[in-house]
T-cell receptor
Framework: GQNIDQPTEMTATEGAIVQINCTYQ??????LFWYQQHAGEAPTFLSY????GLEEKGRFSSFLSRSKGYSYLLLKELQMKDSASYLC???????????????FGTGTLLAVQP | DAGVTQSPTHLIKTRGQQVTLRCSPI?????VSWYQQVLGQGPQFIFQ???????GRGNFPDRFSARQFPNYSSELNVNALLLGDSALYLC??????????????FGSGTRLTVV
């Protein structure tokens, strides 16, 4: 089966740095996405990693180690608006490999406090 | 450019009824996927369509069906609704297979409540 683990909840202080971890065990791998989702809204794209290493985009960075089945999302200079659920999703090939599906973790609910 | 459009936004149905949810992908996107998100959980894959053909199906009963039209819009149908079908149904569109920085763009979803 496919398994993606991430912490259920985290709390951090405004202005601080927080790291959200994601470990995965899947049959196949075509990349890993991080999405942000505010309550009742659509997931929005934050980052995509397919090769090992760090991808940086402004206040957000994402790291991938394929050999360890591990990724993390790093959020710097936290703002109150960063309070949301953060979803880790592995891209898995579908039949024939021409198309893909996403397998999501349960999400990490981040609360940013003043 | 308009994003992914889903309708309706909210829906209340009674157990045993049938429901049809609609999705219009981003212009130029030929792939549409459907996901079910139960409160407090991550989205679960239901279907993927590319060029009007079903390319993948998740672990959902036959009560769930979908189709994609020539203009690449899509419908998700659920028959014989159960209380457990209450969830946020998300549609995602992508250029082809989504495995790139272009990724998948999600619609705002349809909140289905079964009573």
């Amino acid at each position: 089966g496919q398994n993606i683990d991430q912490p259920t909840e985290m709390t951090a202080t405004e202005g601080a740095i927080v790291q959200i971890n994601c470990t995965y065990q899947t049959s196949g791998f075509n990349g890993l996405f991080w999405y942000q989702q505010h309550a009742g809204e659509a997931p929005t794209f934050l980052s995509y990693n397919v090769l090992d290493g760090l991808e940086e985009k402004g206040r957000f960075s994402s790291f991938l180690s394929r050999s360890k089945g591990y990724s993390y999302l790093l959020l710097k200079e936290l703002q109150m608006k960063d309070s949301a659920s953060y979803l880790c999703a592995v891209v898995l090939p579908l039949y024939g490999g021409a198309t893909n599906k996403l397998i999501f973790g349960t999400g990490t609910l981040l609360a940013v406090q003043p | 450019d308009a994003g992914v459009t889903q309708s309706p936004t909210h829906l209340i149905k009674t157990r045993g009824q049938q429901v049809t949810l609609r999705c219009s992908p981003i212009s130029g996107h030929k792939s549409v996927s459907w996901y079910q998100q139960v409160l407090g959980q991550g989205p679960q894959f239901i279907f993927q369509y590319y060029e009007k053909e079903e390319r993948g199906r998740g672990n959902f009963p036959d009560r769930f069906s979908a189709r994609q039209f020539p203009n690449y819009s899509s419908e998700l149908n659920v028959n014989a609704l159960l209380l457990g079908d209450s969830a946020l149904y998300l549609c995602a569109s992508s250029l082809v297979d989504g495995s790139s920085n272009y990724g998948y763009t999600f619609g705002s979803g349809t909140r289905l409540t079964v009573v």
